[in-house]
Protein backbone atom coordinates (compact mmCIF):
# COMPACT_ATOMS: atom_id res chain seq x y z
CA UNK A 1 0.00 0.00 0.00
CA UNK A 2 1.80 3.08 -1.18
CA UNK A 3 1.09 5.51 1.72
CA UNK A 4 -0.04 9.17 1.50
CA UNK A 5 1.98 12.26 3.09
CA UNK A 6 0.51 14.67 5.11
CA UNK A 7 2.44 17.43 6.42
CA UNK A 8 1.51 19.19 9.47
CA UNK A 9 2.45 23.32 10.20
CA UNK A 10 2.10 23.68 14.15
CA UNK A 11 3.00 19.97 14.95
CA UNK A 12 3.64 20.65 18.33
CA UNK A 13 0.07 22.64 19.02
CA UNK A 14 -2.29 20.53 21.43
CA UNK A 15 -4.50 20.29 18.26
CA UNK A 16 -2.03 19.26 15.91
CA UNK A 17 0.08 16.48 17.76
CA UNK A 18 -2.87 15.01 18.35
CA UNK A 19 -4.53 14.83 14.61
CA UNK A 20 -0.48 13.37 14.21
CA UNK A 21 -1.24 10.85 16.60
CA UNK A 22 -4.91 10.10 15.03
CA UNK A 23 -2.68 10.00 11.33
CA UNK A 24 -0.24 7.59 12.82
CA UNK A 25 -3.13 5.22 14.03
CA UNK A 26 -4.31 4.71 10.33
CA UNK A 27 -1.92 2.57 8.38
CA UNK A 28 -1.99 4.96 5.13
CA UNK A 29 -0.28 8.02 6.13
CA UNK A 30 3.76 9.02 6.39
CA UNK A 31 3.51 12.47 8.53
CA UNK A 32 6.13 15.32 8.58
CA UNK A 33 5.78 17.68 11.62
CA UNK A 34 6.59 20.99 11.60
CA UNK A 35 7.03 23.91 14.36
CA UNK A 36 9.13 26.84 15.56
CA UNK A 37 9.95 25.45 18.69
CA UNK A 38 11.58 21.86 19.92
CA UNK A 39 9.40 18.70 19.80
CA UNK A 40 8.18 18.54 23.92
CA UNK A 41 8.33 15.42 25.20
CA UNK A 42 5.68 12.50 25.45
CA UNK A 43 3.64 14.23 27.91
CA UNK A 44 2.23 16.64 25.76
CA UNK A 45 2.92 15.45 22.35
CA UNK A 46 0.53 11.92 22.77
CA UNK A 47 1.81 10.55 18.74
CA UNK A 48 5.35 10.20 21.04
CA UNK A 49 3.87 6.38 21.68
CA UNK A 50 4.75 5.24 18.22
CA UNK A 51 7.71 3.90 17.16
CA UNK A 52 7.40 3.11 13.45
CA UNK A 53 9.18 5.35 11.55
CA UNK A 54 6.18 6.82 9.86
CA UNK A 55 7.01 10.53 11.27
CA UNK A 56 9.62 13.26 10.98
CA UNK A 57 9.98 16.86 12.65
CA UNK A 58 11.33 19.73 11.55
CA UNK A 59 12.21 22.70 13.39
CA UNK A 60 11.46 25.82 11.71
CA UNK A 61 9.19 28.78 12.50
CA UNK A 62 6.81 30.09 9.62
CA UNK A 63 7.90 34.16 10.19
CA UNK A 64 11.22 33.46 9.85
CA UNK A 65 12.22 30.06 7.86
CA UNK A 66 9.76 30.45 4.72
CA UNK A 67 12.99 29.09 2.00
CA UNK A 68 13.69 26.27 4.70
CA UNK A 69 9.51 25.41 4.64
CA UNK A 70 9.05 25.63 0.89
CA UNK A 71 12.54 23.61 -0.18
CA UNK A 72 11.72 20.68 2.21
CA UNK A 73 7.86 21.26 0.93
CA UNK A 74 9.05 20.70 -2.76
CA UNK A 75 11.27 17.53 -1.86
CA UNK A 76 8.74 16.06 0.18
CA UNK A 77 5.47 16.92 -2.12
CA UNK A 78 3.35 16.15 0.32
CA UNK A 79 -0.31 15.16 -0.93
CA UNK A 80 -1.92 17.29 2.11
CA UNK A 81 -0.89 20.41 4.35
CA UNK A 82 -3.10 20.82 7.10
CA UNK A 83 -1.68 24.53 9.06
CA UNK A 84 -3.03 24.45 12.88
CA UNK A 85 0.40 27.21 13.19
CA UNK A 86 -1.10 29.98 15.29
CA UNK A 87 -1.08 32.55 18.01
CA UNK A 88 -3.52 31.63 19.12
CA UNK A 89 -4.93 32.99 22.69
CA UNK A 90 -7.53 35.79 22.58
CA UNK A 91 -6.76 37.45 25.58
CA UNK A 92 -2.75 38.23 25.24
CA UNK A 93 -3.17 39.07 21.47
CA UNK A 94 -4.47 43.26 22.89
CA UNK A 95 -0.89 43.47 24.08
CA UNK A 96 1.17 42.96 20.80
CA UNK A 97 -1.39 42.67 17.95
CA UNK A 98 1.59 42.64 15.80
CA UNK A 99 2.84 39.69 16.92
CA UNK A 100 -0.73 37.49 16.00
CA UNK A 101 -1.11 39.06 12.47
CA UNK A 102 2.60 38.31 11.61
CA UNK A 103 1.89 34.60 12.11
CA UNK A 104 -1.43 34.18 11.77
CA UNK A 105 -1.58 36.15 8.34
CA UNK A 106 1.58 37.56 7.32
CA UNK A 107 3.84 34.51 7.41
CA UNK A 108 0.91 32.49 5.43
CA UNK A 109 0.97 35.27 2.45
CA UNK A 110 4.48 34.39 2.18
CA UNK A 111 4.14 30.31 2.41
CA UNK A 112 0.46 30.74 -0.29
CA UNK A 113 2.34 32.82 -3.00
CA UNK A 114 4.46 29.36 -3.16
CA UNK A 115 1.85 27.04 -2.82
CA UNK A 116 -0.51 28.53 -4.94
CA UNK A 117 1.59 27.66 -8.07
CA UNK A 118 2.43 23.97 -6.90
CA UNK A 119 0.05 21.50 -8.63
CA UNK A 120 1.20 18.43 -6.29
CA UNK A 121 -1.23 19.49 -3.11
CA UNK A 122 -4.25 17.82 -3.08
CA UNK A 123 -5.41 19.50 -0.34
CA UNK A 124 -4.83 22.18 1.94
CA UNK A 125 -6.77 21.96 5.27
CA UNK A 126 -6.58 25.40 7.50
CA UNK A 127 -7.59 25.61 11.14
CA UNK A 128 -9.87 28.73 11.24
CA UNK A 129 -11.38 29.90 14.40
CA UNK A 130 -15.02 30.98 16.02
CA UNK A 131 -13.74 33.59 17.26
CA UNK A 132 -13.77 35.37 13.99
CA UNK A 133 -17.45 35.81 14.16
CA UNK A 134 -17.49 37.64 17.45
CA UNK A 135 -20.08 37.22 20.07
CA UNK A 136 -22.86 34.69 18.67
CA UNK A 137 -26.66 34.47 19.05
CA UNK A 138 -28.75 31.77 17.59
CA UNK A 139 -27.83 29.13 15.14
CA UNK A 140 -24.61 30.37 13.77
CA UNK A 141 -23.81 28.46 10.74
CA UNK A 142 -20.84 28.68 8.29
CA UNK A 143 -22.23 31.25 6.33
CA UNK A 144 -22.18 33.58 9.21
CA UNK A 145 -20.60 37.12 8.52
CA UNK A 146 -17.23 38.27 10.02
CA UNK A 147 -17.53 40.18 13.19
CA UNK A 148 -14.08 39.66 15.06
CA UNK A 149 -14.12 41.41 18.31
CA UNK A 150 -10.01 40.87 19.06
CA UNK A 151 -6.98 41.43 17.64
CA UNK A 152 -6.27 37.18 17.44
CA UNK A 153 -9.69 36.88 15.96
CA UNK A 154 -9.12 39.29 13.14
CA UNK A 155 -6.38 37.77 12.40
CA UNK A 156 -7.51 34.72 11.83
CA UNK A 157 -10.38 36.51 9.59
CA UNK A 158 -7.67 38.12 7.47
CA UNK A 159 -6.47 34.84 6.70
CA UNK A 160 -9.16 33.13 5.68
CA UNK A 161 -10.07 36.18 3.65
CA UNK A 162 -6.80 36.09 2.37
CA UNK A 163 -6.81 32.08 1.20
CA UNK A 164 -10.34 32.48 0.00
CA UNK A 165 -9.41 34.88 -2.81
CA UNK A 166 -6.72 32.28 -3.66
CA UNK A 167 -9.53 29.67 -4.54
CA UNK A 168 -11.86 32.08 -6.10
CA UNK A 169 -8.55 33.61 -8.44
CA UNK A 170 -6.61 30.50 -8.96
CA UNK A 171 -8.53 26.96 -7.73
CA UNK A 172 -6.25 26.87 -4.96
CA UNK A 173 -7.50 23.65 -2.82
CA UNK A 174 -8.27 24.87 0.22
CA UNK A 175 -10.69 24.18 3.14
CA UNK A 176 -11.81 25.69 6.38
CA UNK A 177 -12.21 23.86 9.73
CA UNK A 178 -13.73 26.46 12.56
CA UNK A 179 -13.86 23.88 15.97
CA UNK A 180 -15.16 25.06 19.33
CA UNK A 181 -13.49 24.75 22.42
CA UNK A 182 -11.14 22.07 22.03
CA UNK A 183 -9.69 20.03 25.24
CA UNK A 184 -8.38 17.26 26.64
CA UNK A 185 -5.45 15.50 27.85
CA UNK A 186 -1.88 16.52 26.59
CA UNK A 187 -3.96 20.55 26.51
CA UNK A 188 -1.53 23.48 27.57
CA UNK A 189 -1.85 23.30 31.15
CA UNK A 190 -3.18 27.17 31.11
CA UNK A 191 -6.54 26.26 29.35
CA UNK A 192 -9.28 26.40 31.89
CA UNK A 193 -9.90 22.67 32.16
CA UNK A 194 -6.33 21.34 33.10
CA UNK A 195 -5.72 24.59 35.33
CA UNK A 196 -8.87 24.01 37.19
CA UNK A 197 -7.82 20.55 38.18
CA UNK A 198 -4.19 21.79 38.51
CA UNK A 199 -5.80 24.44 41.19
CA UNK A 200 -7.65 21.77 43.11
CA UNK A 201 -4.73 19.69 43.69
CA UNK A 202 -2.70 22.20 44.65
CA UNK A 203 -5.51 23.84 46.49
CA UNK A 204 -5.28 27.40 45.01
CA UNK A 205 -8.36 29.55 44.10
CA UNK A 206 -9.85 29.25 40.48
CA UNK A 207 -10.50 32.44 39.41
CA UNK A 208 -13.84 32.68 37.01
CA UNK A 209 -13.81 35.77 34.85
CA UNK A 210 -16.79 37.20 34.84
CA UNK A 211 -18.35 34.95 37.18
CA UNK A 212 -17.90 32.09 34.52
CA UNK A 213 -21.35 32.96 32.88
CA UNK A 214 -19.56 32.51 29.59
CA UNK A 215 -21.22 29.87 27.20
CA UNK A 216 -18.85 27.67 25.44
CA UNK A 217 -19.08 24.26 23.34
CA UNK A 218 -16.27 21.88 24.76
CA UNK A 219 -15.39 19.15 22.46
CA UNK A 220 -12.90 16.67 23.05
CA UNK A 221 -9.54 16.87 20.82
CA UNK A 222 -10.55 13.35 20.00
CA UNK A 223 -13.53 14.20 18.69
CA UNK A 224 -12.61 17.16 16.06
CA UNK A 225 -9.54 15.17 14.88
CA UNK A 226 -11.50 12.49 13.42
CA UNK A 227 -13.79 15.15 12.07
CA UNK A 228 -10.71 16.78 10.67
CA UNK A 229 -9.17 13.56 8.57
CA UNK A 230 -13.01 13.44 7.19
CA UNK A 231 -12.84 17.37 5.86
CA UNK A 232 -9.23 16.48 4.60
CA UNK A 233 -10.02 13.80 2.73
CA UNK A 234 -13.58 14.39 1.80
CA UNK A 235 -14.10 18.22 2.55
CA UNK A 236 -14.57 20.11 -0.57
CA UNK A 237 -12.30 22.56 -1.63
CA UNK A 238 -13.35 26.53 -1.25
CA UNK A 239 -16.01 24.72 1.93
CA UNK A 240 -15.86 25.71 5.37
CA UNK A 241 -16.88 23.27 7.99
CA UNK A 242 -18.10 23.37 11.92
CA UNK A 243 -16.98 20.92 14.22
CA UNK A 244 -18.75 21.80 17.92
CA UNK A 245 -21.30 20.16 19.88
CA UNK A 246 -24.91 20.34 19.66
CA UNK A 247 -25.38 22.50 22.65
CA UNK A 248 -23.21 25.10 24.93
CA UNK A 249 -22.08 25.21 28.51
CA UNK A 250 -20.81 27.70 30.65
CA UNK A 251 -17.65 27.85 32.35
CA UNK A 252 -18.78 28.03 35.68
CA UNK A 253 -20.86 24.85 34.95
CA UNK A 254 -17.32 22.74 33.29
CA UNK A 255 -15.74 24.12 36.78
CA UNK A 256 -18.51 22.79 38.65
CA UNK A 257 -18.16 19.52 37.01
CA UNK A 258 -14.44 19.44 37.86
CA UNK A 259 -15.13 20.11 41.09
CA UNK A 260 -17.57 17.17 41.81
CA UNK A 261 -15.28 14.88 39.56
CA UNK A 262 -12.39 15.86 42.15
CA UNK A 263 -14.67 15.57 45.50
CA UNK A 264 -14.30 19.31 46.09
CA UNK A 265 -16.55 22.28 46.93
CA UNK A 266 -17.51 24.49 43.92
CA UNK A 267 -18.32 27.36 46.51
CA UNK A 268 -14.89 27.34 48.58
CA UNK A 269 -12.59 26.27 45.76
CA UNK A 270 -13.82 29.37 42.79
CA UNK A 271 -13.97 33.10 43.27
CA UNK A 272 -15.14 35.74 40.99
CA UNK A 273 -12.39 37.65 38.84
CA UNK A 274 -13.10 40.55 36.27
CA UNK A 275 -14.21 39.99 32.95
CA UNK A 276 -11.21 39.72 30.17
CA UNK A 277 -11.75 42.33 27.10
CA UNK A 278 -13.28 41.31 24.04
CA UNK A 279 -14.71 38.22 25.89
CA UNK A 280 -17.72 36.57 23.90
CA UNK A 281 -20.71 35.51 25.96
CA UNK A 282 -21.94 33.27 23.79
CA UNK A 283 -19.29 30.47 21.59
CA UNK A 284 -22.33 27.82 19.92
CA UNK A 285 -21.99 27.39 16.33
CA UNK A 286 -24.04 24.62 14.50
CA UNK A 287 -22.09 21.88 13.02
CA UNK A 288 -25.25 20.34 11.15
CA UNK A 289 -22.69 20.39 7.35
CA UNK A 290 -20.31 18.17 8.75
CA UNK A 291 -22.88 16.06 10.54
CA UNK A 292 -24.78 15.56 7.05
CA UNK A 293 -22.04 15.77 4.31
CA UNK A 294 -19.24 13.88 6.12
CA UNK A 295 -21.73 11.69 8.44
CA UNK A 296 -19.44 13.34 11.74
CA UNK A 297 -20.58 13.58 15.10
CA UNK A 298 -18.92 14.20 18.97
CA UNK A 299 -18.83 11.02 20.64
CA UNK A 300 -16.75 11.26 23.92
CA UNK A 301 -19.22 13.37 26.60
CA UNK A 302 -17.94 15.92 28.40
CA UNK A 303 -18.02 13.63 31.76
CA UNK A 304 -15.41 11.25 30.41
CA UNK A 305 -13.70 13.74 28.82
CA UNK A 306 -12.81 16.06 31.77
CA UNK A 307 -12.14 12.09 33.62
CA UNK A 308 -10.01 11.37 30.82
CA UNK A 309 -7.38 15.17 31.58
CA UNK A 310 -7.84 14.49 35.24
CA UNK A 311 -6.64 10.82 34.94
CA UNK A 312 -3.51 12.27 32.41
CA UNK A 313 -2.95 14.94 35.61
CA UNK A 314 -2.78 12.70 38.17
CA UNK A 315 -0.67 9.97 36.03
CA UNK A 316 2.02 12.51 36.04
CA UNK A 317 1.56 15.01 38.70
CA UNK A 318 5.29 14.79 39.52
CA UNK A 319 6.14 16.72 36.20
CA UNK A 320 2.71 18.61 35.74
CA UNK A 321 2.84 20.62 39.49
CA UNK A 322 6.20 21.60 38.47
CA UNK A 323 5.82 23.12 35.43
CA UNK A 324 4.32 26.92 34.89
CA UNK A 325 0.62 27.09 34.81
CA UNK A 326 -0.41 30.48 33.59
CA UNK A 327 0.05 31.72 29.53
CA UNK A 328 3.66 32.92 28.63
CA UNK A 329 4.10 34.50 25.62
CA UNK A 330 6.33 34.22 22.72
CA UNK A 331 6.77 36.79 19.84
Not at 137 to 162: Q, R, V
Not at 212 to 237: C, F, N, P, W
Not at 267 to 277: E, F, L, V, W, Y
Request: include cysteine; hydrophobic fraction near 35%.
Amino acid sequence: MKRQTVVILGSNSFSGSDFIDYLLEQERFNVIGISRSPEKNSVFLPYKRFTQPRFRFYQYDLNQHTEQIINLLSKAKPNFIVNFAAQSEVAPSWEHPEHWFATNTVSLAKLLKYLSTIRYLTKYVHISSPEVYGTTEGKIIESAPLNPSTPYAASKAAADLLLLTYFKQFKFPVTFVRSTNVYGAHQQLFKIIPRSIIYLKLGSTIPLHGGGKAVKSYIHIRDVSRGQLLIMEKGRAGELYHLSPIHGVSVRNVVELICKTLGKSFQKSTKIAPDRPGQDKAYVIDSTKARRKLHWKPEITLERGIGDVVNWIETNWQEIRNLPHEYIHRE
